[in-house]
């Protein structure tokens, strides 16, 4: 079974800090990537998605993702953060079988 | 237009008893999802429907825990004999087809098994 591993658990940083979250995944076939986010009390949302095309994904907020086949990887950057950017990240995967697989999360704390 | 919506927002319940968790998806959605959310845990997957077939119910837990959905909208997750580790938010979504588009996220309903 595919598994999607996020490497870091909680991420503190400054604002205007650039942001990298680590996103691997274990399919070798293909596969649909996904980012979501969940700022506190709200539910979870899509903040940007690839299947095909340009590996080089933009979502909303200024947030960007990029697929590295080789590496089996869809890392979420953003060049500068903002405090409002507090939230807990999500990646998933989903292999075509209709099943979507989702990393533990990583904790992003925003200082101002 | 309306959301997932899940109910209840929160259920206490004493180990033993069975509960029994709603989720009304997107009107028009045919896929919906089950997910458990435990601290520090991410998200488990739980089964997901097409209509209102279940193709993949390996995320199941135990047998203690099954889902039906009728008429293609809302759908219940079920279970019995709860324990403590069944302790989490329990997350139902909601997409226009499987695979690759969207999920949309109700709001979750709180699960403590005392």
């Known amino acids: 079974a595919q598994s999607v591993s996020q490497h870091n658990h909680h991420v503190i940083l400054s604002e205007a800090a650039s942001l990298e979250l680590g996103c691997n995944y274990s399919y070798g076939g293909t596969v649909n990537l996904f980012w979501y986010v969940q700022y506190p009390g709200q539910h979870l949302q899509l903040l940007l998605k690839?299947?095909?095309?340009?590996?080089l994904v933009k979502g909303i907020k200024g947030f960007e993702a990029e697929f590295i086949k080789s590496k089996f990887s869809f890392n979420l950057r953003k060049p500068s953060v903002q405090w409002s950017d507090t939230a807990e990240y999500f990646c998933a995967v989903n292999e075509h079988n209709n099943d979507m697989r989702f990393g533990a999360g990583t904790r992003l704390t925003v200082k101002p | 237009g309306a959301g997932v919506s899940q109910s209840p927002s929160n259920k206490v319940t004493e180990k033993g008893k069975d509960v029994e968790l709603r989720c009304d998806p997107i009107s028009g959605h045919t896929a919906l999802y089950w997910y458990r959310q435990s601290l520090g845990q991410g998200l488990e997957f739980l089964i997901y429907f097409q209509g209102n077939s279940a193709p993949d119910k390996s995320g199941l837990p135990s047998d203690r825990f099954s889902a039906e959905r009728t008429g293609g909208s809302v759908s219940t997750l079920t279970i019995q004999r709860t324990q403590q580790e069944d302790s989490a938010v329990y997350l139902c979504?909601?997409?226009?087809?499987?695979?690759?588009?969207?999920?949309?996220f109700g709001p979750g309903t709180r699960l403590t098994v005392l």
């Open positions: 979504a909601s997409s226009t087809t499987t695979g690759t588009d969207t999920q949309y």
């Open positions: 690839y299947f095909s095309g340009d590996p």
